[in-house]
């Protein structure tokens, strides 16, 4: 930036892991990307804005770190970016977003404070009520909201008043404008044109200090840095009750947003994606994960992507996984061509072995689904299978959690995690437990899976407290299990093996519990 640019708008990404993620955080956690951070910055610079990213959470910047840099670059708007890889990670990083805009203010930063992500989409006019220190929040995915912002010469309400897709004060009255479209996918490749990847710090080579999930590294420490995530499509065609991703297609202006209210899937062409991914393996990225939810899900856009992702990967030197619906994965064939692209892994939302349990959370068909069947079957086409499930869901009772970690135990996957069923802000589970004053947390880190504040929703047969403790009993049986660390040692060796023992090690503390931190 020269000396006399004006730096138009600073995406900023807040460190939280600690209070997410307690003692994994240090060494065992990833390190994402922030992926919308990059997104929205290519979007807006592309039609002709000044745009900067400040990525705290990769370097580990303490809050006068952060407000030096600020009185440096001098923005004309701060944003904050609250999007994350994981479902949560939209409310569990409003805790370092509130944090660092109060400083920020009681600093005397005069510099407008924005909030763009998922929590803000599910509920726009509770945040600004509770966070005084924001001046306004983006409605759904921002893109075209925040270009017509930054055209502004000021930030005044009268101004914001023009603007379609945000909430804000005017006094002390919160008004949301008219909602704002969502980025079409016809649009796609030209108004939300790439990764601003040239913006993201690094020590010695570019996405250095990013570190994907230890198991997307087969467990080794040394394979897990550089990393880099990228989407080739926004959305799902799903409502699952307790998920939120579809909050970014949120077109309504509802008290409390619902994301299986909003189904829908945007993708980027072929031909760009590939662009990105030629810009990754020129800069020497081997470790990547394919961000969409549900990537495996429709032949026309997967299909032709990984045909060529597999002449780029000639060597089979990409590590690579992504995200399916356990019921998507039918055909041999085309794992054996999603192997050849190099997607090493594949995580699978089974959440329940129960039927019942799954047909309560609005996973259709899958009830219909031989899980064991399509493990093997992902197995034959040498991909491994991260598999996910979620204890507490409504139905679930403390025979239902113990038949789904049997079925984990005998399907007995490389890759391995269960959830306590959250009331996610912007997912159904969390208006329904408004709606029956069912208690959800209190903090923005008790949204959190990994963190001491964390607290699932109660069944009818189940209390929060004992849902966790299952979920927690569970990890630790399932990660010293003598079946899995032998799967794990002839895959991937001994080291592997150690480094998940050495994991088990860390016990998780929780308030419901009882624990002192």
Request: aromatic residues 10%; positive net charge.
């Amino acid at each position: 930036m020269s000396k006399n640019q004006i730096l138009d708008c600073c995406f900023l990404v807040c460190e939280n892991s600690l209070k997410s993620y307690q003692e994994l955080s240090k060494t065992y956690a990833a390190i994402e990307p922030p992926t919308w951070a990059l997104l929205l910055a290519q979007s807006t610079r592309s039609v002709g804005f000044n745009v900067k990213i400040i990525d705290a959470n990769a370097e580990k910047l303490s809050k006068e770190d952060i407000l030096k840099r600020i009185k440096i670059l001098s923005p004309k708007l701060i944003c904050f970016v609250v999007y994350g890889q994981n479902v949560n990670a939209g409310t569990t990083n409003m805790s370092g977003a509130v944090y660092l805009a109060n400083f920020l203010k009681e600093n005397k930063i005069k510099i407008p404070l924005s909030i763009i992500g998922s929590h803000v989409q599910a509920l726009p006019k509770e945040t600004l009520k509770k966070e005084k220190s924001i001046d306004f929040v983006f409605t759904n995915e921002g893109v075209y909201s925040l270009r017509n912002i930054l055209k502004l010469n000021d930030f005044s309400p009268i101004n914001l008043n023009k603007i379609k897709g945000i909430a804000y004060r005017n006094g002390d009255q919160i008004i949301m404008s008219p909602p704002e479209k969502v980025v079409p996918t016809e649009k796609m490749d030209e108004d939300l044109p790439g990764y601003a990847w040239d913006l993201l710090p690094y020590d010695k080579k570019p996405l250095d200090l990013y570190r994907s999930p230890m198991w997307h590294a087969e467990y080794d420490h040394n394979k897990r840095s550089p990393y880099a995530s990228i989407q080739t499509s926004l959305g799902c065609m799903f409502g699952c009750n307790f998920c939120m991703i579809n909050i970014i297609n949120r077109n309504d202006n509802e008290e409390i947003g619902v994301a299986s209210n909003y189904r829908n899937m945007r993708f980027w062409s072929t031909d760009f994606i590939i662009k990105e991914f030629d810009k990754l393996i020129s800069m020497g990225i081997k470790t990547i994960r394919i961000v969409d939810e549900m990537f495996l899900l429709n032949p026309k856009y997967y299909i032709p992507l990984c045909k060529k992702l597999a002449e780029r990967n000639k060597d089979d030197s990409l590590r690579m996984w992504s995200y399916s619906r356990i019921d998507t994965v039918k055909r041999l064939e085309v794992l054996n061509l999603v192997r050849k692209a190099g997607i090493k892994w594949l995580a699978l939302g089974i959440e329940s072995s129960d039927k019942s349990v799954r047909l309560e959370i609005s996973k259709g068909k899958f009830e219909d689904v031989d899980i064991k069947k399509v493990i093997e079957r992902v197995h034959s086409a040498d991909i491994n299978v991260m598999a996910n499930y979620i204890y507490g869901l409504p139905g679930d009772t403390k025979e239902t959690i113990n038949k789904t970690l049997k079925l984990s135990l005998d399907l007995c996957t490389a890759g391995w995690n269960t959830y306590g069923a959250m009331a996610l802000p912007g997912s159904k589970l969390y208006k329904d437990a408004k709606l029956k004053k069912i208690k959800v947390p209190d903090s923005y880190e008790g949204f959190s899976f990994h963190s001491y504040d964390t607290l699932p929703l109660p069944t009818e047969t189940l209390t929060a407290k004992e849902v966790i403790t299952l979920r927690d009993e569970a990890f630790n049986k399932y990660h010293t299990h003598k079946s899995f660390l032998k799967l794990i040692e002839k895959k991937f060796g001994k080291i592997a093996a150690d480094n998940i023992l050495q994991m088990t090690k860390i016990k998780l503390k929780r308030k419901i519990k009882g624990d002192q931190l």
